[in-house]
């Protein structure tokens, strides 16, 4: 008779998996058929939750070094168990809402269900320091005290770093520096709070800073009337029926801790499936991008800013002797390049990747200072894991523009699109000491089985701008660490490499080191015509720095209507001009200013050397460019929309500023071809709209 074969931990689980299994269909049969009642469909299902979460701990513990022979493909075998597991726990749970009585149980919670080790230890100590007190007391306790989330978890006061306004019910709508007593953390981001008018939801983790900064006098006085409070509860709870006085705030805290066990974050599913690399977050930059304030996209930073009084401008200021824009020196203005990145991880299978890209800004360790300007990264599938900016040889570029979605580029060799230009500049006037550039390095994928779009940041990193002395750092290359997580979490590492078990020794971690991610930025001086045009830049800016003298050729556009055509300062009159109305769109969409670079280029290069030194004739020149290319191309039907990461419309929009951008260079050489090209009937106008022609002052100042 042979010997029974012998199965290592990987082997049992999967089988402990398939009973699992095999028992959630059989009681999804008994729940369809009411084979049973309610309340012993809801045992089984605690119960199957419970061995479910146990062997998923287990699974979490193992490592390849516990088989007892090799095992190919461990680890992705790991990951397919782990991801099995993950959908019988969602099922479990929806399953147990059905089930569950409206309001909880009068037993004392499962530790186990809630998936938090810290509650079961506290549940075991309260078992244990009730367990000499009266019968009678000890079931008017747990009726009372069963529904609040707070004997889960031991409450700690976070601060909220931004608005955060619910948008679903069980959420808790907080304000920026409002502090939280945080019930209970979740693994989903997602932490139960609780504000200071007793207010209860969850709210993202994100949102939240450790209250490191509230002082022992603020700590007392809310000590105090918490006490003065637990008083009154007391003598009203000797007054009112306990059952009548905690009805409705039970069921209210039922449902947000219920809503909170069944939400499940869309990385947590990819992380079961292994398309997600440890330390990946949802991107924190792009979702104050995209769904928090305008303040954040270069367009609001190009308009001029009021003062106090609102009576005259706070950056924007006329030289009365030349009529140019004054010169504003700000505490803070560097140029640097972005340089490589090294030892990226990247996304396993399952995700497609539509761009690799660093969004930047200014960034004091607390809020984010400036606009969130993104580059995106020259990708080479030969080397995944190393990322580059600024190709600028010939061959690069010829492979850009064969590249799907195509990059309009213009013929002149060494010329980048703005989109892929690493050289970029900072202008800041905070005086914090903490200044710095936040760079998080990110990806947009698209989920092949659900067409799911989304961000994950693959980790940031900080460049601290002013050192210990209060100056300016020097110039020169610095190589930081990426790290993973957010910017408000710390000590996330991306994908260590190191397992479980593995020496920690000096070589060790030197190697260790070694293996992390970085990120390479130059800092460097610019040059005294650069440096004269970023003076005339608002005091608050993060851009490409190729585009430098057109953004300061708008701003002294901007202070002639402003400051010289207005009849008086106090005058807020509509102004008639295309260029101010439309030019700060440009600056969120780059193929569009690129478009503009390109058609003033060819037209600088028609001008003598003293044409070029005129500035009322470059003013005039600059506003029939700007009507011939960008504003042509805005009320363009053939333009799509601009939508980031869209190859369709990538695509289809090169094609359009390519053909546009020729059939003006093919024109310059006519006398007044830039006024007949935009006023061409072949070139059709989409419906016109007032707003395209008039400068509202009173919408546009920050």
């Not at 290592?8 to 008994?30: A, N, W």
Request: charged share 25%; hydrophobic share 30%.
């Amino acid at each position: 008779m042979p010997l029974p074969k012998r199965t290592g931990p990987l082997q049992q689980v999967h089988r402990e998996v398939d009973d699992i299994r095999r028992k959630l269909d059989s009681l999804l049969k008994d729940v369809q058929s009411k084979a049973e009642s309610k309340e012993e469909a809801f045992r089984r299902c605690q119960e199957l939750q419970t061995s479910a979460e146990k062997t998923l701990n287990d699974l979490t513990k193992l490592t390849k070094a516990d088989e007892l022979a090799p095992v190919g493909n461990y680890d992705q075998r790991k990951l397919e168990e782990e991801g099995r597991l993950q959908n019988i726990l969602e099922q479990m749970n929806k399953l147990s809402l059905e089930l569950s009585p409206p309001g909880p149980s009068f037993e004392p919670p499962r530790g186990d269900k809630l998936k938090d080790k810290n509650s079961e230890k506290s549940l075991e100590d309260s078992d244990d320091d009730n367990s000499d007190e009266d019968v009678d007391n000890k079931c008017c306790g747990d009726e009372s005290q069963a529904p609040k989330p707070s004997s889960l978890s031991e409450p700690c006061i976070y601060m909220a770093l931004s608005d955060f306004k619910g948008d679903q019910e069980g959420d808790l709508s907080v304000q920026k520096g409002e502090r939280l007593n945080i019930i209970r953390k979740t693994s989903d981001g997602w932490w139960l709070a609780e504000d200071s008018k007793g207010n209860r939801g969850v709210v993202p983790r994100t949102y939240l800073k450790i209250g490191s900064n509230i002082s022992d006098k603020d700590k007392d006085e809310e000590e105090e009337e918490e006490e003065s409070e637990e008083d009154e509860e007391e003598g009203d709870s000797e007054e009112l029926d306990d059952e009548e006085k905690h009805s409705d705030a039970t069921h209210s805290n039922w449902s947000t801790f219920r809503k909170a066990l069944t939400e499940i974050d869309a990385t947590d599913v990819l992380s079961a499936m292994g398309a997600i690399p440890s330390g990946f977050r949802p991107s924190t930059l792009n979702k104050l991008l995209v769904e928090e304030d305008a303040k954040y996209k270069g367009s609001f930073q190009m308009q001029p800013q009021l003062s106090q009084s609102q009576l005259s401008f706070n950056d924007l200021f006329l030289e009365p002797d030349t009529g140019r824009v004054r010169s504003r020196h700000v505490k803070t203005c560097v140029c640097f390049t972005l340089w490589s990145c090294k030892r990226i991880p990247t996304p396993g299978v399952g995700v497609q990747v539509l761009s690799r890209h660093i969004r930047l800004c200014a960034y004091d360790g607390t809020q984010v200072l400036s606009n969130i300007h993104t580059v995106r990264v020259s990708y080479n599938t030969k080397s995944p894991k190393t990322w580059t900016f600024s190709p600028r040889t010939s061959g690069l570029l010829g492979r850009l523009t064969r590249a799907k979605p195509p990059i309009c580029l213009s013929q002149t060799v060494g010329v980048l699109p703005t989109l892929l230009n690493g050289d970029c500049f900072l202008r800041c006037n905070s005086d914090s000491p903490d200044l710095g550039i936040l760079f998080e390095l990110g990806v947009t994928f698209i989920r092949n089985s659900t067409g799911e779009r989304g961000d994950l940041s693959c980790g940031w990193a900080f460049l601290k701008l002013i050192d210990a002395a209060g100056n300016q750092i020097p110039n020169r290359t610095y190589e930081l660490p990426v790290s993973g997580g957010t910017p408000y979490e710390k000590d996330v590492r991306v994908e260590a490499s190191l397992t479980k078990g593995s020496p920690a020794g000096v070589f060790q971690q030197m190697l260790q080191a070694r293996r992390q991610p970085t990120l390479i930025i130059k800092l460097q001086s610019p040059g005294s015509r650069t440096k004269a045009s970023l003076s005339l830049l608002p005091d608050t800016l993060l851009y490409c720095l190729s585009c430098v003298h057109l953004l300061a050729l708008y701003r002294q556009i901007l202070a002639d209507a402003l400051l010289v055509d207005r009849a008086t300062m106090q005058n807020a009159d509509l102004i008639c001009s295309p260029v101010l109305s439309t030019f700060p769109t440009l600056v969120d969409q780059p193929d569009l200013l690129d478009a503009v670079r390109m058609a003033w280029m060819n037209a600088e290069s028609n001008m003598s050397r003293g044409q070029k030194r005129d500035e009322a004739y470059l003013k005039q020149e600059f506003f029939k460019v700007y009507m011939a290319s960008a504003y042509s191309l805005l009320n363009s039907p053939t333009l799509p929309a601009y939508r980031w990461a869209d190859p369709v419309s990538e695509e289809w929009r090169s094609r359009v500023i390519s053909s546009t951008l020729e059939e003006l260079k093919n024109a310059s050489g006519q006398s007044g071809s830039q006024e007949a090209f935009a006023e061409s009937a072949a070139h059709q106008q989409l419906a016109f709209d007032v707003a395209e022609m008039t400068f509202d002052l009173l919408q546009a100042t920050r």
